[in-house]
DNA sequence: CACTAGTGCAA
DNA sequence: TATTGCACTAGTG
């Protein structure tokens, strides 16, 4: 993601900023890309010479401008005609269009490509090589404009490109810029904690063992398990015995030895990955890490992030959470984390159309509860915790074509019971049933699902000889238009809510810093909480209009972990 | 160094 | 035999 410099030497400068690219194709003067650039570059190092732009390129490192993903934009036009396609295909498709083969910019310098907003400056040579690189990609992009635009309307993929997808572009770019702040000084106290408890976990690990070895490797704890300790394995892999969580808690019961594994797993994995990990990737001026969104990365419509990945944060469990503890707001600000509760059902209620789902929603009932009510036959306030529990369960495994094997592991109940829950929810929801059996026709017919806002998503795999593959394809074709329609109200949330934004001197004062699927978190100015607060709720609410509410619940917090309701 | 497998974190 | 992701470590070639 990021914001990208082209121009040509012999017909002037055209296309100054990417999401401009394809929204409005057309060439402009030099002194219009000057002007664009003017509030990103905040000087005048750029200069015109001749027929050229003249400048150098380490000052777009040094405002945080990202050179990565060529053709990002044409990407983001190929994902939307086909979001099962991975990047690296579109490139090759764009290849393709073309008739002739892409330079991707990571060859033509030195860094590795991740790391390339850390490579400052760069050399006079690969200044030119950028330079040479940005003409072209600026020519091969306006060559694609004429063949994409027209796939696009033909699909009638062409508002979700436009309206959505497009204009996400540059709010992408502003929250990679932002970053996050990290309290460093918390994350290495908290590191030594865990190395101190790791290492003791390795001792009592190796005495109960009988031997040293390498907890990390499950090859190495096999065979300490189940052949030196004679466990009863449970469960095999292609390679050998399982050794995962849950056939470590079977094991519990056992031995002494399993129990100090799970912890051992959890502090190394947060060590590993959520504390060095992070530390890795801060950057030490400012103190904050800079994620990347890829916006044409899943099947489905939903971002990812990459480098840190910061939408897999722990949370879950209190150990979990103090990494999330680390991340704080800048002085003078606070976090404002906003998230649509339950959103995946009430788009599951919206495109099923389904009653009874229908007005729970709009009575604005406690949905696990109302859904334990239903399909146990009590009142509501009669609900136990363990009925709610199940009935929680069932509706997000609904979500996920989830079936009566699934469920009885997943609450660790009978197959007969969990057909019997099924069969009792369907019963109540028939609508949903219908929905599902309707979406899973219409997508064995057309070979595809689309999402509320028209993304498609191929499932040819639905027609397959082979069992396994289509009950997957169908799963897909149920999950898709949920996850994705969710995926996308919460684009359309984002593009409403920063364009409410107040700027100053061109950027927003509070600051887009990340999108976790149904939750956006938000760095506001402590004087402008309310307001911005009240504007958010508003915006994702009103983000789409489907046939239940939706809710956005709003929390404020002096960091990640520890948030408060917002009252108002 | 590139790749796979196993594992586990999130929504 | 519940979806979508990313990343870590071990192990292989």
Redesign the pocket.
């Known amino acids: 993601m990021g914001l990208s410099v082209s121009w040509d030497k012999d017909q002037g400068a055209y296309i100054p900023l990417r999401h401009h690219y394809l929204g409005a194709p057309k060439q402009i003067s030099v002194e219009q890309v000057l002007n664009a650039l003017k509030p990103v570059l905040e000087n005048d190092k750029i200069q015109k010479v001749g027929h050229n732009l003249k400048f150098d390129f380490s000052i777009l490192f040094r405002a945080g401008i990202h050179m990565k993903n060529l053709f990002f934009d044409t990407m983001v036009a190929f994902y939307c005609l086909d979001p099962s396609r991975s990047g690296h295909d579109l490139k090759d498709l764009a290849s393709e269009y073309l008739g002739r083969q892409l330079t991707p910019i990571e060859e033509l310098i030195p860094q590795k490509s991740s790391r390339l907003n850390r490579s400052l400056p760069m050399d006079q040579v690969q200044i030119e090589k950028v330079s040479l690189y940005a003409s072209a990609e600026a020519d091969c992009t306006r060559q694609l404009i004429e063949k994409l635009d027209p796939l696009l309307k033909e699909k009638r993929c062409d508002s979700l490109f436009y309206q959505i997808e497009m204009p996400l572009i540059e709010i992408l770019a502003d929250m990679e810029l932002n970053g996050i702040k990290v309290d460093t000084v918390f994350l290495k106290k908290l590191d030594d904690r865990f190395s101190l408890e790791i290492h003791a976990l390795e001792s009592e690990a190796y005495g109960l063992a009988g031997q040293e070895f390498?907890l990390?490797?499950?090859?190495?704890l096999a065979f300490i398990l189940f052949e030196k300790l004679k466990l009863p394995p449970a469960r095999k892999?292609?390679?050998?015995f399982?050794?995962?969580?849950e056939v470590?808690e079977s094991l519990i019961a056992l031995h002494e030895l399993p129990r100090i594994l799970l912890k051992h797993?959890?502090l190394s994995?947060l060590k590993?990955?959520f504390i060095?990990?992070l530390l890795a990737e801060v950057d030490p001026g400012t103190s904050r890490v800079h994620t990347s969104f890829?916006q044409s990365?899943?099947?489905?419509g939903?971002l990812?992030?990459?480098?840190?990945?910061l939408?897999?944060?722990?949370?879950?469990?209190e150990q979990?959470r103090m990494i999330r503890r680390a991340f704080i707001p800048e002085k003078g600000f606070v976090l404002l984390s906003a998230d649509y509760s339950q959103i995946d059902l009430r788009v599951l209620a919206h495109l099923s159309g389904d009653p009874v789902l229908t007005e729970g929603f709009n009575r604005g009932a406690d949905i696990h509860r109302a859904t334990a009510a239903e399909i146990y036959h009590v009142r509501l306030d009669q609900v136990t915790d363990e009925q709610r529990k199940r009935a929680k369960?069932i509706n997000?495994?609904i979500v996920?074509?989830?079936?009566a094997?699934?469920?009885s592991?997943?609450l660790g109940i009978s197959m007969n019971d969990a057909q019997n829950m099924i069969e009792s929810y369907f019963h109540k929801y028939a609508g949903v049933r219908e929905w599902i059996e309707k979406t899973k026709q219409e997508a064995k017919l057309k070979g595809f699902v689309r999402t509320l806002l028209g993304r498609v998503r191929y499932v040819p795999e639905i027609n397959s000889k082979n069992g396994?593959m289509r009950?997957?394809a169908e799963?897909?074709a149920i999950?898709?238009p949920v996850?994705g329609t969710s995926a996308d109200i919460i684009k359309a949330a984002m593009i409403k809510i920063y364009k409410h934004l107040d700027t100053q001197s061109g950027r927003p004062q509070v600051k887009m810093l990340l999108q976790?699927?149904?939750?956006l978190l938000l760095e506001v100015p402590e004087q402008h909480l309310e307001k911005t607060a009240t504007s958010v709720r508003e915006d994702m609410e009103n983000a789409i209009r489907l046939s239940v509410p939706l809710i956005a619940d709003l929390k404020t917090g002096a960091n990640w972990a520890d948030m408060e309701p917002f009252k108002g």
């Open positions: 390498n990390n490797s499950s090859k190495q892999t292609k390679t050998g399982s050794t995962d969580e470590l797993r959890e994995k590993s990955t060095d990990g890829n990365g899943t099947a489905t939903r990812s992030s990459t480098n840190p990945n939408q897999n944060i722990p949370i879950r469990t979990g369960a997000f495994g996920y074509g989830q079936q094997f699934g469920l592991q997943s396994s009950s997957f799963r897909t999950n898709t996850q976790v699927h149904d939750d």
